[in-house]
DNA sequence: CGTAGACTTGACGCCTCTCAACGTTAGTGG
DNA sequence: CCACTAACGTTGAGAGGCGTCAAGTCTACG
């Protein structure tokens, strides 16, 4: 009997396939994807799924959970380098390393799909459309990455928390729940870290964005509720790229 | 006659193979790819290799010259995205979409390899090594991205002009120049967009560093000599990650 | 119920941006 | 070959956004 059989859990059944890795693959090849997938006990909130170091033998699809994945500076703080959703593919920036070049640490209780690279190289050459899928997720990685090096060199620090709340805001929907109102699973500390802010600027432009009623008072910090999304949207300064992303214009148009 | 042959560059015979898609390919492999490939005329100084919205039919490498990538912001001024040396990969970041996110424009006159993704694919899923190289490739630049974000977010100005004249220097050298004396082909404000600081900013630091005598003035503000490459990467506090693209550490040690 | 960590709020200072003026270089056409 | 000009680069002064420090409040969990 598979590992994935006995967790009721695999990619044919599963409801995050369309966007994830098997997305375009036929019930056959979803069978053979399912055969190199490994799925173990849940990762509890503060463990680690690796760490920067280990050898790297297998990436990581996440399945319920938030995990956030940092590297280390030299003086041994963490820069966080992203916060991944059901769904999304870990551990592909250490592609072509024999190490993990960062960490990848639970923030709530997270089960996730491993799947070695060994198994996952051989079997890529067999179904062109899984290696074309892992270059479309890689490539969307880099284009997310450099998203983020537009809004850590030229946003401002309303501008960054509102298009942090707002890209949140769309995983969340993509993913069958409220874009209105979701939990934040990191921290004050974990947000201003991931958008190069202080702790207490992150703290102040919430406090603002309440005050004007962009987002409601909920009484928890950690649970946030939209309530006028088209002002967040104008106080993002939304680039090009990012409307892209969350869906609010089609493609790209030419310049 | 194939095209590669009237210009006489072909994989087999281009010093830049150890650093490009042809590494670890045999010769016969490499005949194929070089099949592939199309290399057209020089693109001249202020051209456009490919624009934001273009549709994306190959990728590019470079062979000779400089090119500055770069995403549009919604007020129409520029984000530059990354600086590509010879050798380096261009277009992967539009992996998986229709269009190029990006705008490519020559720095100084440039040489490319064109390689149309319809081949590209295809022989791909026949060569794994290739297959396998393009997500080395891919996975090199989210982690460089990575590394951008975490000098966006927490480093000083000093610390990301040291930062990105050490990156420079190192690929220069990887390229069998001079890792000491260089001429930047980019304008002050290229790298201050890049590096999300100011112009005044990037000229102020250059200053600084002339007087602190850890690069000459060679009495054009575009030629650098690093006079002193330990108060350099000092002065960049390097990150683990940086070290390790640097060649400054082996590998990535256990936290 | 007590304590540690998370979060908020205020005061203050500094790094870097902005604005402005000026010097320098490179490319153009006479 | 030189004059002209636009782009590029440098330098200074002033201001503001955000980081830092400090104190206090709130929340989760043993």
Do not use: W
């Not at 942090?164 to 974990?190: C, I, P, V, W």
């Amino acid at each position: 009997m598979n590992q994935h059989m006995r967790h009721n859990t695999a990619c044919k059944t599963c409801s995050l396939s369309p966007l994830c890795l098997p997305v375009s693959l036929s019930f056959s090849e979803m069978d053979r994807l399912d055969d190199i997938i490994e799925r173990g006990r849940p990762i509890e909130k503060g463990q680690y799924l690796f760490r920067q170091g280990d050898p790297m033998e297998s990436v990581f699809a996440i399945r319920t959970g938030t995990i956030k994945s940092f590297a280390l500076t030299r003086a041994g703080e963490e820069q966080i380098t992203g916060f991944h959703l059901p769904s999304e593919i870990l551990g592909l920036s250490s592609f072509g390393t024999q190490h993990h070049q960062v960490s990848a640490r639970a923030l709530e209780t997270t089960n996730v799909c491993e799947i070695p690279l060994e198994h996952l190289e051989r079997l890529s050459s067999q179904l062109p459309e899984l290696g074309r899928q892992v270059m479309r997720v890689m490539g969307r990685e880099i284009r997310e990455d450099q998203q983020m090096m537009l809004l850590l060199s030229k946003k401002s620090a309303e501008e960054r928390l509102a298009s942090f709340l707002l890209s949140l805001a769309q995983r969340f929907k993509r993913r069958g729940y409220s874009e209105h109102n979701f939990r934040l699973t990191m921290s004050r500390s974990d947000m201003a870290n991931y958008l190069g802010l202080a702790v207490e600027t992150v703290s102040r432009v919430f406090t603002r964005l309440q005050k004007s009623g962009i987002i409601a008072d909920t009484g928890s910090a950690r649970e946030v509720h939209i309530a006028d999304q088209k002002r967040l949207c104008d106080m993002a300064s939304l680039s090009e790229g990012e409307r892209v992303e969350l869906g609010l214009i089609e493609t790209t148009t030419t310049h």
